[in-house]
């Protein structure tokens, strides 16, 4: 019978992972994803606190927008490990910016230097190029204190 006849089984179940002993292995979590979420409401919780936590102030367009329409913003892209969760290297920004608008990051950039100043930009351009691996144990200390934080925030704005 063809490849493209055969029926497929209703529930394929994965496969479990096995190491080289045959000894069974849990899937580890995807703490880089997790750390993310916590990283990105903290600072797009941190930029709208002067508005009340309801809004936030573009720093690319300008415009006054509701909380819902934030994302956290990289100037050096996330690929670099080494400033992916650095609170200087981000900011809250309108979602149409941040994904759709190709010119952002030239007012991002002057954003930042207005609000942590010339010498810490120059800071995080280089550690921009450095290399970072991340442990499974500091991934796990950052979420705890970025949940802290949030929920602090959180208690602030009465959720």
Same mark, same amino acid.
């Given at each position: 019978?063809?490849?493209?006849?055969?029926?497929?089984?209703?529930?394929?179940?994965?496969?479990?992972?096995?190491?080289?002993?045959?000894?069974?292995?849990?899937?580890?979590?995807?703490?880089?994803?997790?750390?993310?979420?916590?990283?990105?409401?903290?600072?797009?919780?941190?930029?709208?606190?002067?508005?009340?936590?309801?809004?936030?102030?573009?720093?690319?367009?300008?415009?006054?927008?509701? +909380?819902?329409?934030?994302?956290?913003?990289?100037?050096?892209?996330?690929?670099?490990?080494?400033?992916?969760?650095?609170?200087?290297?981000?900011?809250?920004?309108?979602?149409?910016?941040?994904?759709?608008?190709?010119?952002?990051?030239?007012?991002?950039?002057?954003?930042?230097?207005?609000?942590?100043?010339?010498?810490? +930009?120059?800071?995080?351009?280089?550690?921009?190029?450095?290399?970072?691996?991340?442990?499974?144990?500091?991934?796990?200390?950052?979420?705890?204190?970025?949940?802290?934080?949030?929920?602090?925030?959180?208690?602030?704005?009465?959720?």
């Amino acid at each position: 019978m063809p490849y493209y006849l055969r029926r497929k089984k209703k529930k394929d179940k994965p496969l479990p992972l096995f190491d080289k002993a045959g000894v069974k292995i849990k899937k580890k979590p995807d703490l880089k994803a997790r750390l993310d979420k916590e990283f990105s409401l903290y600072i797009r919780l941190r930029d709208s606190k002067p508005y009340g936590f309801k809004y936030f102030k573009c720093p690319t367009c300008g415009r006054v927008l509701p +909380f819902d329409k934030a994302d956290c913003s990289h100037y050096f892209s996330r690929r670099s490990n080494a400033t992916r969760f650095d609170e200087d290297n981000c900011m809250a920004e309108c979602s149409y910016d941040n994904r759709f608008n190709a010119e952002h990051l030239h007012k991002l950039r002057e954003a930042l230097i207005r609000r942590i100043g010339e010498q810490r +930009f120059q800071l995080l351009e280089w550690k921009h190029n450095q290399t970072k691996k991340w442990t499974d144990f500091e991934l796990q200390e950052l979420i705890k204190y970025y949940k802290a934080l949030n929920a602090k925030l959180r208690k602030e704005k009465g959720i």
